[in-house]
């Protein structure tokens, strides 16, 4: 039986671990979810009394999932019987690999097209319509139970759009391809059309948790909905999110309200809510509560209640200048107020914002480290092979590091054996020494990786043209990465390729953070400094969702724990369309500093 100490959880936390019955938890910024979380992962496996059960938890991201699956182990519990992935990963061990036989579009074997290709080729279709012309970004879309749903385009472009992706499918069809939304489709329609794989994955499964339901799809909902249904009850459900960070609304995530849940799944859960904040000040926490879509309360608990926080808001700054004034207000806060260069973060609503001001901050401040885009040289795609070759390749043994690389390990034996590798007799620890056998000597970054890849394809006896798929990542994985390095010399003069700074991609990061809005969802810092706070920006002009801006808000005051800077800056848009500042923050009356 799991235990922990009195002081590990507060009442709300362990009254909602303790519930026998499904839950529906809504849990505010800072209240602990992820520790919530992790505690009923590690009592359900701790009860666990079949060897042929599992816990099932689903993650939006695979470092999300890495995460949790660590802090399991570290309370000492076993997870042999815990699975732990992304919706993606889940729908593919759990249903295609054992059920694709039973789809026409699946029966005859399948890869998994990685999103370079996929961009590549949709961005060349693309060049076929010019009027009106359309983009790789306009042909965004996701699937819903019912329908696809084309989520970038305007009414003008959808016609292109709508024959790009017919011709998209067709030349996946006509390889044996699927791309990441085809994976959740298929899925969706084998558990459809096979009612048997629902009752059978309901006889392992003994609880299903989903975090951050409020970034969920429609299809996603349903899939799991079939399972819970299927065995009445027997299966429990654990379902944790913010509705008010429901920020992913273009690509098909929503807050599923609990009325739906009791429809779709057809069992009983139980609403609970944690509404005590132990990440900051009452005075942010009185800022952002005031952007809330879903009415729940927000309590300041923490040792920073009482805490007299700097709050900002600049609509006077022109854009020629905001580095300049940025500048100063990370000097500010690093010298006047004490914070850590670690624990300033600052964010704007788009990459093609951030890359050119990171450069500039560089440029500034020279005398401060600075973790932003353009600064390493991969897109993280975690379905990738060499790209999850890359994650050993380039970190270094350790203690600290011994179990995540062991859990890589075992991924990219299960990816060995599912491309019809022999893989009988290599142990994940034996891969891993594999790994720290090679010494290759080379300054630069790519040629590092090119002759660590040979190497470890030597000792494996794998010759890589007996294996389409492992040749085809590796194929994509240099030519993306390429691009990649070429768009960041282009954008930042100062970008070295050496493989130093490649290694440095793996490790802890060190320095002020610059991210999206959406990227620094479920991070904290002392200080966060927010800009480009724009109607049409903040909301995006295409965003039908009337919420969509508050939600944006929300997220970047939710992050800071001490210092909060707002700006909305002067001299974007041009002379007959200029920008003028979000309409919800520039209408809240609050006393800013």
Known sequence: MFVWDKDDLNDEQAEAINEHNSVFLVACPGSGKTRTLTYKIAKELTELEEKNKWVIAITYTHRAADEIKERIEHLGVDTSQLWIGTIHAFCIEWIL??????????????????????????????????????????????????????????????????????????????NNLIDFEQILLF??????????????????????????????KEIQYSIFSEILKARKGEVRGFIVGDPNQAIYGSLGGYAISLDELKQKTGIQFIEKQLNKNYRSSSRIINHFDNYKVYDSEIIAEGELKFFQSNLTFDTDVHKDNLA?????????????LGISENEICIIAPWWIHLASMTRKLISILP?????????????????????KVTKIALTVPSPALYRRRLRWARDLILDLESNNFNVEGITPKLLLRMFNSINVEESDGLNYLNKFFDNLLLQLNLGINSYPSLKDHLVSFFESAERRIERIKKENEQYAGNTEEFKKVFMDKSGITVSTIHGVKGAEFDTVIAYGLLEGIVPHFSDVDPTSGSKLIYVIGSRARKH??????????????????????????????
């Open 97 to 174: 690999k054992p059920y694709g036989c039973y789809h026409d579009t699946l029966k005859y074997g399948y890869s998994i097209i990685n999103s370079f290709d996929s961009e590549e080729y949709i961005t060349a279709l693309c060049s076929n319509y010019a009027h009106p012309k359309v983009s790789y970004y306009d042909c965004n879309y996701h699937f819903t139970s019912q329908e696809i749903i084309f989520s970038s385009c305007n009414q003008a472009q959808r016609a292109n759009v709508n024959k790009v992706i017919e011709h998209y499918h067709l030349y996946l069809l006509e």
């Open 187 to 216: 899925a969706y329609q084998l558990i459809q059309a096979e009612p048997s794989i629902s009752k059978t994955l309901g006889n392992i499964f003994k609880y299903i948790l989903i975090d951050e339901f409020q970034d969920t």
């Open 324 to 336: 300049e004034y940025i500048a100063e207000l990370i000097k500010y806060n690093i010298e006047e």
């Open 367 to 387: 005398e401060f480290n600075f973790n932003g885009p353009g600064m390493t040289p991969f897109a993280r795609d975690e379905d990738n092979f060499w790209y």
């Open 564 to 593: 909060l800077h707002l700006i909305s800056e002067e001299g974007r848009g041009n002379q007959w369309y200029p920008k003028y500042p979000t309409t919800i923050l520039e209408q809240h009356v609050f006393d800013y500093d």
